[in-house]
Protein backbone atom coordinates (compact mmCIF):
# COMPACT_ATOMS: atom_id res chain seq x y z
CA UNK A 1 0.00 0.00 0.00
CA UNK A 2 1.78 3.41 -0.97
CA UNK A 3 1.06 5.30 2.08
CA UNK A 4 1.56 8.89 0.35
CA UNK A 5 -1.25 8.06 -2.00
CA UNK A 6 -3.46 5.62 0.05
CA UNK A 7 -3.08 7.30 3.69
CA UNK A 8 -1.83 10.63 3.64
CA UNK A 9 -2.99 11.01 7.46
CA UNK A 10 -0.86 9.50 8.93
CA UNK A 11 2.00 10.86 6.38
CA UNK A 12 0.96 14.50 7.35
CA UNK A 13 1.49 13.12 11.29
CA UNK A 14 5.03 12.27 10.56
CA UNK A 15 4.39 8.72 10.22
CA UNK A 16 7.37 6.75 8.88
CA UNK A 17 5.52 4.39 6.85
CA UNK A 18 6.37 0.38 8.48
CA UNK A 19 3.70 -1.94 6.81
CA UNK A 20 4.81 -4.01 9.79
CA UNK A 21 3.58 -1.87 12.60
CA UNK A 22 0.26 -2.96 14.10
CA UNK A 23 -0.84 0.62 14.94
CA UNK A 24 -0.28 1.77 11.37
CA UNK A 25 -2.28 -1.16 10.11
CA UNK A 26 -5.22 -0.30 13.08
CA UNK A 27 -5.29 3.25 11.68
CA UNK A 28 -4.76 2.36 7.90
CA UNK A 29 -8.21 0.13 8.36
CA UNK A 30 -9.97 2.78 10.13
CA UNK A 31 -9.41 5.24 7.38
CA UNK A 32 -10.19 3.13 4.98
CA UNK A 33 -13.61 2.81 6.57
CA UNK A 34 -13.73 6.57 6.98
CA UNK A 35 -13.26 6.72 3.22
CA UNK A 36 -16.33 4.74 2.32
CA UNK A 37 -18.58 7.56 4.67
CA UNK A 38 -16.90 10.96 4.30
CA UNK A 39 -15.31 11.45 7.57
CA UNK A 40 -14.01 14.72 7.43
CA UNK A 41 -10.33 15.18 7.36
CA UNK A 42 -10.12 16.80 10.55
CA UNK A 43 -11.88 14.25 12.27
CA UNK A 44 -9.60 11.47 10.80
CA UNK A 45 -6.58 13.26 11.90
CA UNK A 46 -7.97 13.24 15.29
CA UNK A 47 -8.37 9.48 15.34
CA UNK A 48 -5.30 8.91 14.01
CA UNK A 49 -3.51 9.94 16.95
CA UNK A 50 -4.65 8.68 20.82
CA UNK A 51 -5.36 12.03 22.58
CA UNK A 52 -3.07 10.96 25.41
CA UNK A 53 -0.37 8.68 25.97
CA UNK A 54 1.12 8.20 29.53
CA UNK A 55 4.66 6.65 30.30
CA UNK A 56 5.32 5.52 34.15
CA UNK A 57 8.16 4.43 35.77
CA UNK A 58 7.60 2.93 39.01
CA UNK A 59 9.76 0.92 41.66
CA UNK A 60 8.40 -2.19 42.77
CA UNK A 61 10.51 -4.45 45.64
CA UNK A 62 9.75 -8.16 45.25
CA UNK A 63 9.75 -11.02 47.60
CA UNK A 64 13.54 -11.84 47.70
CA UNK A 65 14.22 -8.32 48.77
CA UNK A 66 15.19 -6.24 45.38
CA UNK A 67 14.01 -3.92 43.35
CA UNK A 68 12.46 -3.44 39.95
CA UNK A 69 11.60 -0.24 37.86
CA UNK A 70 9.01 -1.33 36.17
CA UNK A 71 7.69 0.51 32.78
CA UNK A 72 3.56 0.88 32.54
CA UNK A 73 1.19 2.68 29.97
CA UNK A 74 -1.92 4.25 29.85
CA UNK A 75 -3.35 5.44 26.45
CA UNK A 76 -6.57 7.13 25.66
CA UNK A 77 -7.22 7.54 22.30
CA UNK A 78 -10.49 9.33 21.97
CA UNK A 79 -13.34 10.53 24.88
CA UNK A 80 -15.74 11.76 22.38
CA UNK A 81 -18.62 9.10 23.57
CA UNK A 82 -18.20 9.06 27.01
CA UNK A 83 -14.97 8.53 29.26
CA UNK A 84 -12.17 6.71 28.87
CA UNK A 85 -12.50 2.57 28.79
CA UNK A 86 -10.15 -0.28 28.23
CA UNK A 87 -8.09 -3.43 29.53
CA UNK A 88 -5.27 -2.81 31.78
CA UNK A 89 -2.37 -6.03 30.35
CA UNK A 90 0.44 -6.98 32.58
CA UNK A 91 2.77 -9.02 29.89
CA UNK A 92 6.77 -9.08 29.14
CA UNK A 93 5.96 -7.90 25.58
CA UNK A 94 3.94 -5.02 26.45
CA UNK A 95 4.96 -2.12 24.34
CA UNK A 96 3.41 1.79 23.17
CA UNK A 97 2.59 1.10 19.98
CA UNK A 98 0.48 -1.87 20.53
CA UNK A 99 -1.22 -0.45 23.64
CA UNK A 100 -1.93 2.43 21.26
CA UNK A 101 -3.42 -0.01 18.60
CA UNK A 102 -5.48 -1.46 21.30
CA UNK A 103 -6.85 1.69 22.61
CA UNK A 104 -7.74 2.54 19.29
CA UNK A 105 -9.76 -0.86 18.91
CA UNK A 106 -11.74 0.25 22.05
CA UNK A 107 -12.92 3.63 20.84
CA UNK A 108 -14.38 1.28 17.66
CA UNK A 109 -15.90 -0.88 19.78
CA UNK A 110 -17.10 1.14 22.13
CA UNK A 111 -19.14 3.22 19.26
CA UNK A 112 -19.82 0.30 17.59
CA UNK A 113 -21.91 -1.27 20.73
CA UNK A 114 -23.06 2.31 21.31
CA UNK A 115 -21.72 2.51 24.93
CA UNK A 116 -21.87 5.46 26.41
CA UNK A 117 -17.46 5.49 26.60
CA UNK A 118 -14.00 6.33 24.67
CA UNK A 119 -11.01 4.14 24.03
CA UNK A 120 -8.11 3.15 25.96
CA UNK A 121 -5.84 0.57 27.03
CA UNK A 122 -2.57 0.29 29.36
CA UNK A 123 -0.69 -2.03 30.95
CA UNK A 124 2.65 -2.94 32.23
CA UNK A 125 5.70 -4.60 30.37
CA UNK A 126 5.98 -7.80 33.44
CA UNK A 127 6.03 -11.09 33.19
CA UNK A 128 3.08 -12.03 35.70
CA UNK A 129 3.62 -15.90 35.95
CA UNK A 130 7.12 -14.60 37.62
CA UNK A 131 5.70 -12.99 40.63
CA UNK A 132 3.95 -13.90 43.29
CA UNK A 133 0.60 -12.96 44.32
CA UNK A 134 1.88 -10.32 46.93
CA UNK A 135 4.62 -9.00 43.69
CA UNK A 136 1.30 -8.52 41.43
CA UNK A 137 -0.53 -7.02 44.86
CA UNK A 138 2.03 -4.39 45.25
CA UNK A 139 2.85 -3.70 41.49
CA UNK A 140 -0.89 -2.81 40.76
CA UNK A 141 -1.17 -0.16 43.77
CA UNK A 142 2.00 1.28 42.93
CA UNK A 143 1.25 1.59 39.06
CA UNK A 144 -2.19 3.00 40.03
CA UNK A 145 -0.93 5.48 42.55
CA UNK A 146 1.57 6.58 39.54
CA UNK A 147 -1.51 6.62 37.39
CA UNK A 148 -2.87 9.14 39.74
CA UNK A 149 -5.69 11.24 38.60
CA UNK A 150 -5.48 9.84 35.08
CA UNK A 151 -8.03 7.37 36.11
CA UNK A 152 -11.27 7.87 37.53
CA UNK A 153 -15.07 6.24 37.41
CA UNK A 154 -15.84 9.29 35.59
CA UNK A 155 -12.39 9.95 33.28
CA UNK A 156 -10.94 6.67 32.45
CA UNK A 157 -12.07 3.15 33.74
CA UNK A 158 -9.40 0.11 33.53
CA UNK A 159 -10.45 -3.38 33.48
CA UNK A 160 -8.87 -6.93 32.76
CA UNK A 161 -6.99 -7.88 29.96
CA UNK A 162 -4.50 -10.07 29.29
CA UNK A 163 -2.26 -11.31 32.73
CA UNK A 164 -5.04 -9.34 34.64
CA UNK A 165 -8.05 -10.32 36.34
CA UNK A 166 -11.19 -9.73 38.91
CA UNK A 167 -7.97 -9.49 41.86
CA UNK A 168 -6.42 -6.65 40.10
CA UNK A 169 -9.23 -4.63 39.47
CA UNK A 170 -10.01 -5.08 43.29
CA UNK A 171 -6.54 -4.19 43.87
CA UNK A 172 -6.36 -1.25 41.54
CA UNK A 173 -10.40 0.17 42.90
CA UNK A 174 -9.07 -0.47 46.39
CA UNK A 175 -5.72 1.78 46.06
CA UNK A 176 -8.39 4.18 44.49
CA UNK A 177 -10.51 4.54 47.11
CA UNK A 178 -7.68 4.86 49.61
CA UNK A 179 -5.83 7.80 47.54
CA UNK A 180 -8.71 9.85 47.10
CA UNK A 181 -11.28 12.65 48.18
CA UNK A 182 -13.73 11.44 49.59
CA UNK A 183 -16.21 11.96 47.75
CA UNK A 184 -13.91 10.04 45.05
CA UNK A 185 -13.72 7.59 47.18
CA UNK A 186 -17.62 6.81 47.36
CA UNK A 187 -17.89 6.72 43.74
CA UNK A 188 -14.41 4.72 43.97
CA UNK A 189 -15.74 1.23 43.03
CA UNK A 190 -16.51 2.52 39.52
CA UNK A 191 -13.40 2.87 38.98
CA UNK A 192 -12.78 -0.20 37.24
CA UNK A 193 -14.88 -3.19 35.99
CA UNK A 194 -14.16 -6.74 35.77
CA UNK A 195 -14.13 -6.76 39.71
CA UNK A 196 -14.63 -9.82 42.27
CA UNK A 197 -18.97 -10.18 42.57
CA UNK A 198 -18.79 -9.11 45.95
CA UNK A 199 -16.79 -6.25 45.79
CA UNK A 200 -18.92 -4.43 42.97
CA UNK A 201 -18.49 -6.92 40.10
CA UNK A 202 -21.31 -7.44 37.76
CA UNK A 203 -23.54 -11.20 37.15
CA UNK A 204 -22.78 -12.67 33.94
CA UNK A 205 -19.30 -10.42 33.61
CA UNK A 206 -16.32 -13.85 33.33
CA UNK A 207 -18.71 -15.61 30.23
CA UNK A 208 -19.50 -12.19 29.17
CA UNK A 209 -17.25 -11.82 26.08
CA UNK A 210 -17.47 -15.59 24.65
CA UNK A 211 -21.50 -15.33 25.28
CA UNK A 212 -21.29 -12.21 22.76
CA UNK A 213 -19.54 -13.95 20.45
CA UNK A 214 -22.09 -16.50 20.71
CA UNK A 215 -25.11 -13.68 19.70
CA UNK A 216 -22.86 -12.31 16.59
CA UNK A 217 -22.82 -15.80 15.35
CA UNK A 218 -26.93 -15.84 15.81
CA UNK A 219 -27.20 -13.12 13.53
CA UNK A 220 -23.94 -13.71 11.27
CA UNK A 221 -24.19 -17.44 10.97
CA UNK A 222 -27.83 -18.10 8.51
CA UNK A 223 -26.11 -15.51 6.08
CA UNK A 224 -23.10 -17.66 5.71
CA UNK A 225 -25.30 -20.83 5.09
CA UNK A 226 -24.74 -22.63 8.87
CA UNK A 227 -26.80 -23.71 11.91
CA UNK A 228 -25.16 -24.07 15.45
CA UNK A 229 -25.85 -27.54 15.62
CA UNK A 230 -24.09 -28.40 12.21
CA UNK A 231 -20.84 -26.90 12.51
CA UNK A 232 -17.32 -28.01 13.98
CA UNK A 233 -14.95 -25.13 15.20
CA UNK A 234 -11.55 -24.90 16.71
CA UNK A 235 -10.25 -22.52 18.78
CA UNK A 236 -6.59 -20.80 19.72
CA UNK A 237 -6.39 -19.90 23.54
CA UNK A 238 -8.35 -21.64 25.79
CA UNK A 239 -8.75 -18.98 28.67
CA UNK A 240 -11.41 -16.88 29.47
CA UNK A 241 -12.63 -15.92 25.26
CA UNK A 242 -11.50 -19.40 23.69
CA UNK A 243 -13.34 -21.40 27.08
CA UNK A 244 -16.32 -19.53 27.34
CA UNK A 245 -17.07 -19.22 23.58
CA UNK A 246 -16.28 -23.52 23.26
CA UNK A 247 -18.88 -24.32 26.22
CA UNK A 248 -21.93 -21.89 24.99
CA UNK A 249 -20.96 -22.84 21.34
CA UNK A 250 -21.16 -26.73 22.03
CA UNK A 251 -24.32 -25.98 24.55
CA UNK A 252 -26.04 -24.95 21.15
CA UNK A 253 -24.78 -28.29 19.59
CA UNK A 254 -21.87 -27.22 17.53
CA UNK A 255 -18.24 -29.52 17.88
CA UNK A 256 -15.28 -28.75 19.33
CA UNK A 257 -12.66 -30.02 16.89
CA UNK A 258 -9.37 -28.72 18.04
CA UNK A 259 -7.34 -26.37 20.56
CA UNK A 260 -3.86 -24.68 20.48
CA UNK A 261 -2.77 -22.69 23.34
CA UNK A 262 0.64 -22.01 24.67
CA UNK A 263 1.51 -26.00 25.85
CA UNK A 264 0.22 -27.45 22.91
CA UNK A 265 -2.26 -28.32 20.93
CA UNK A 266 -4.90 -30.92 20.94
CA UNK A 267 -7.67 -32.65 18.19
CA UNK A 268 -10.54 -35.11 18.51
CA UNK A 269 -11.94 -36.40 15.35
CA UNK A 270 -15.16 -36.48 16.86
CA UNK A 271 -15.51 -34.19 19.78
CA UNK A 272 -13.81 -32.43 22.72
CA UNK A 273 -15.43 -32.32 25.58
CA UNK A 274 -15.71 -28.14 26.09
CA UNK A 275 -16.59 -28.34 29.65
CA UNK A 276 -14.50 -30.94 31.08
CA UNK A 277 -11.40 -29.27 28.97
CA UNK A 278 -11.64 -26.03 31.15
CA UNK A 279 -12.07 -27.69 34.34
CA UNK A 280 -8.63 -29.77 33.21
CA UNK A 281 -7.10 -26.41 31.89
CA UNK A 282 -7.94 -24.48 35.25
CA UNK A 283 -5.93 -26.87 37.38
CA UNK A 284 -2.79 -27.61 35.16
CA UNK A 285 -2.83 -24.12 33.21
CA UNK A 286 -2.85 -25.78 30.14
CA UNK A 287 -3.85 -28.06 27.27
CA UNK A 288 -1.25 -30.19 26.86
CA UNK A 289 -1.29 -33.63 28.35
CA UNK A 290 -5.18 -33.69 28.78
CA UNK A 291 -6.00 -37.62 28.31
CA UNK A 292 -9.11 -37.42 26.41
CA UNK A 293 -7.67 -35.65 22.97
CA UNK A 294 -4.63 -36.75 20.75
CA UNK A 295 -1.92 -34.31 20.73
CA UNK A 296 -0.89 -32.79 17.54
CA UNK A 297 1.19 -30.43 15.78
CA UNK A 298 0.74 -26.60 15.68
CA UNK A 299 0.70 -27.22 12.18
CA UNK A 300 -1.77 -30.04 11.90
CA UNK A 301 -3.87 -27.75 14.69
CA UNK A 302 -3.88 -24.88 11.78
CA UNK A 303 -5.04 -27.30 8.95
CA UNK A 304 -7.91 -28.82 11.17
CA UNK A 305 -11.15 -29.09 8.43
CA UNK A 306 -13.25 -27.19 10.30
CA UNK A 307 -16.48 -24.93 9.88
CA UNK A 308 -15.33 -21.61 12.57
CA UNK A 309 -11.44 -20.89 13.43
CA UNK A 310 -11.91 -19.03 16.77
CA UNK A 311 -8.17 -16.94 17.80
CA UNK A 312 -8.96 -16.09 21.08
CA UNK A 313 -5.49 -15.93 22.35
CA UNK A 314 -2.62 -13.22 21.42
CA UNK A 315 -2.25 -10.52 18.15
CA UNK A 316 -1.01 -11.09 15.07
CA UNK A 317 -1.04 -15.03 15.62
CA UNK A 318 -2.63 -15.32 12.21
CA UNK A 319 -0.21 -13.81 9.37
CA UNK A 320 -0.02 -14.89 6.21
CA UNK A 321 1.85 -18.47 6.12
CA UNK A 322 -0.72 -19.67 9.10
CA UNK A 323 -3.71 -18.11 7.14
CA UNK A 324 -2.75 -20.08 3.59
CA UNK A 325 -3.02 -23.63 6.47
CA UNK A 326 -6.58 -22.85 7.44
CA UNK A 327 -9.19 -24.97 6.31
CA UNK A 328 -12.25 -23.12 7.77
CA UNK A 329 -15.45 -21.21 6.32
CA UNK A 330 -14.97 -18.29 8.54
CA UNK A 331 -12.56 -16.70 11.35
CA UNK A 332 -14.13 -15.43 14.15
CA UNK A 333 -11.88 -12.79 15.98
CA UNK A 334 -12.60 -13.61 19.77
CA UNK A 335 -8.63 -11.87 20.50
CA UNK A 336 -8.45 -8.30 19.74
CA UNK A 337 -6.37 -7.77 16.11
CA UNK A 338 -5.25 -11.98 15.62
CA UNK A 339 -5.20 -11.31 11.78
CA UNK A 340 -2.73 -9.73 10.04
CA UNK A 341 -3.69 -7.73 7.16
CA UNK A 342 -2.28 -9.87 4.50
CA UNK A 343 -3.50 -12.60 6.23
CA UNK A 344 -6.94 -10.42 5.99
CA UNK A 345 -6.04 -10.17 2.31
CA UNK A 346 -5.38 -13.91 2.02
CA UNK A 347 -8.58 -15.05 3.81
CA UNK A 348 -10.76 -13.14 1.65
CA UNK A 349 -9.33 -14.09 -1.81
CA UNK A 350 -10.66 -17.79 -0.65
CA UNK A 351 -13.42 -16.80 -0.21
CA UNK A 352 -13.36 -17.44 3.67
CA UNK A 353 -15.44 -14.73 6.08
CA UNK A 354 -13.67 -13.26 8.19
CA UNK A 355 -16.19 -11.78 11.37
CA UNK A 356 -14.26 -8.86 13.01
CA UNK A 357 -13.35 -8.73 16.77
CA UNK A 358 -13.86 -4.86 17.52
CA UNK A 359 -18.25 -6.99 16.97
CA UNK A 360 -17.25 -10.50 18.11
CA UNK A 361 -15.48 -9.67 21.41
CA UNK A 362 -16.98 -6.40 22.38
CA UNK A 363 -19.60 -8.10 24.70
CA UNK A 364 -16.88 -8.07 27.45
CA UNK A 365 -17.03 -3.79 27.28
CA UNK A 366 -20.85 -4.10 27.46
CA UNK A 367 -20.91 -6.01 30.31
CA UNK A 368 -18.58 -3.85 31.82
CA UNK A 369 -20.67 -0.72 31.25
CA UNK A 370 -23.91 -3.00 32.87
CA UNK A 371 -21.05 -3.48 35.83
CA UNK A 372 -20.05 0.29 36.16
CA UNK A 373 -24.07 1.57 35.64
CA UNK A 374 -24.77 -1.22 38.46
CA UNK A 375 -21.77 0.91 40.45
CA UNK A 376 -22.83 4.41 39.82
CA UNK A 377 -26.27 3.25 40.33
CA UNK A 378 -25.34 1.57 44.07
CA UNK A 379 -27.31 -1.75 42.68
CA UNK A 380 -26.89 -5.11 41.75
CA UNK A 381 -28.48 -6.69 39.21
CA UNK A 382 -29.77 -10.45 38.89
CA UNK A 383 -28.04 -12.41 36.10
CA UNK A 384 -31.21 -12.12 33.77
CA UNK A 385 -30.78 -8.80 33.27
CA UNK A 386 -27.65 -8.45 32.63
CA UNK A 387 -27.76 -11.17 30.05
CA UNK A 388 -31.11 -10.03 28.57
CA UNK A 389 -29.63 -6.14 28.05
CA UNK A 390 -25.84 -8.25 26.69
CA UNK A 391 -28.15 -10.07 24.15
CA UNK A 392 -29.74 -6.94 23.20
CA UNK A 393 -26.56 -5.08 22.66
CA UNK A 394 -24.87 -7.47 21.19
CA UNK A 395 -27.75 -8.27 18.58
CA UNK A 396 -27.69 -5.02 17.74
CA UNK A 397 -24.53 -4.24 16.68
CA UNK A 398 -24.37 -7.47 14.37
CA UNK A 399 -27.62 -6.12 12.45
CA UNK A 400 -25.68 -2.76 12.40
CA UNK A 401 -23.16 -4.08 10.80
CA UNK A 402 -24.35 -7.19 8.55
CA UNK A 403 -26.90 -3.97 7.51
CA UNK A 404 -23.26 -1.95 6.78
CA UNK A 405 -21.76 -4.49 4.68
CA UNK A 406 -25.16 -4.84 2.82
CA UNK A 407 -25.21 -0.95 1.69
CA UNK A 408 -21.91 -0.42 1.04
CA UNK A 409 -20.86 -3.53 -0.10
CA UNK A 410 -17.66 -4.45 2.01
CA UNK A 411 -16.38 -6.99 4.13
CA UNK A 412 -17.26 -7.18 7.92
CA UNK A 413 -14.19 -5.28 9.19
CA UNK A 414 -14.88 -2.08 7.03
CA UNK A 415 -18.40 -2.26 7.96
CA UNK A 416 -17.67 -2.87 11.72
CA UNK A 417 -15.58 0.57 11.14
CA UNK A 418 -17.82 2.11 9.54
CA UNK A 419 -21.00 1.71 11.68
CA UNK A 420 -18.35 2.83 14.71
CA UNK A 421 -17.28 5.96 12.41
CA UNK A 422 -20.71 7.22 11.26
CA UNK A 423 -21.59 7.09 15.62
CA UNK A 424 -18.44 9.49 16.20
CA UNK A 425 -19.26 11.70 13.60
CA UNK A 426 -22.78 12.55 13.87
CA UNK A 427 -21.63 13.37 17.76
CA UNK A 428 -18.50 15.31 16.51
CA UNK A 429 -21.03 17.06 14.19
CA UNK A 430 -23.25 18.00 16.88
CA UNK A 431 -20.34 18.76 19.75
CA UNK A 432 -17.86 20.16 17.82
CA UNK A 433 -14.17 21.08 18.50
CA UNK A 434 -13.43 22.65 21.31
CA UNK A 435 -13.03 25.70 21.68
P1 LIG B 1 -6.59 -15.32 28.96
O1 LIG B 1 -5.35 -14.88 29.58
O2 LIG B 1 -7.72 -15.80 29.80
O3 LIG B 1 -6.27 -16.50 27.90
C1 LIG B 1 -5.28 -16.35 26.95
C2 LIG B 1 -5.12 -17.66 26.20
O4 LIG B 1 -4.14 -17.46 25.19
C3 LIG B 1 -4.62 -18.81 27.08
O5 LIG B 1 -5.33 -19.98 26.77
C4 LIG B 1 -3.15 -18.97 26.63
O6 LIG B 1 -2.69 -20.30 26.73
C5 LIG B 1 -3.26 -18.57 25.18
N1 LIG B 1 -1.96 -18.19 24.65
C6 LIG B 1 -1.06 -17.30 25.14
N2 LIG B 1 0.04 -17.28 24.39
C7 LIG B 1 -0.17 -18.17 23.39
C8 LIG B 1 0.61 -18.62 22.31
N3 LIG B 1 1.83 -18.12 22.08
N4 LIG B 1 0.08 -19.56 21.49
C9 LIG B 1 -1.14 -20.06 21.69
N5 LIG B 1 -1.92 -19.68 22.71
C10 LIG B 1 -1.44 -18.74 23.55
O7 LIG B 1 -7.04 -14.13 28.02
P2 LIG B 1 -8.50 -13.77 27.51
O8 LIG B 1 -9.15 -12.87 28.48
O9 LIG B 1 -9.21 -15.03 27.07
O10 LIG B 1 -8.14 -12.88 26.24
C11 LIG B 1 -7.79 -13.45 24.99
C12 LIG B 1 -7.85 -12.35 23.95
O11 LIG B 1 -9.16 -11.80 23.89
C13 LIG B 1 -6.92 -11.16 24.18
O12 LIG B 1 -6.56 -10.66 22.90
C14 LIG B 1 -7.82 -10.14 24.85
O13 LIG B 1 -7.36 -8.82 24.68
C15 LIG B 1 -9.10 -10.40 24.10
N6 LIG B 1 -10.31 -9.96 24.79
C16 LIG B 1 -10.64 -10.46 26.00
C17 LIG B 1 -11.83 -10.05 26.61
C18 LIG B 1 -12.26 -10.61 27.93
O14 LIG B 1 -13.37 -10.28 28.37
N7 LIG B 1 -11.48 -11.48 28.56
C19 LIG B 1 -12.65 -9.10 25.99
C20 LIG B 1 -12.27 -8.61 24.75
C21 LIG B 1 -11.11 -9.05 24.16
Not at 55 to 74: E, T, W
Request: aromatic share 8%.
Amino acid sequence: MNRITDNDVLTELGFRYDPGDLYQQTIDAVLHAADLVDVPRYLRLILAQPKNELIVHFPVQFDDGRYQLLKGYRVQHNNILGPYKGGMRFHQSVNLDDIKSLSVLMTMKCSLARLPFGGAKGGVQVDPRQCSSNELMRLTRRFTSALGSNIGPGHDIPAPDMGTNAQTMAWLADTYMNINEPEDRMNGLAVATGKPLHFGGSHGREQATGQGLVHVLEVLLPEMNMEFDKLAFSTIGYGNVGSWAARLLTERGAILRAVLDHTGAIFHERAIDAIDLAHYVQSTGGVAGYAQAESISTEDFYSTQVDLFIPAALEQMIDLDKAKMLRCRAVVEGANAPTTPEADRHLAERDITVLPAILCNCGGVTVSYLEWKQNRQVETWEEARVTAALQKTMLGAAQRVKIAAKNHHCDLRTASYIVALEQIKNVYDVRGVFP
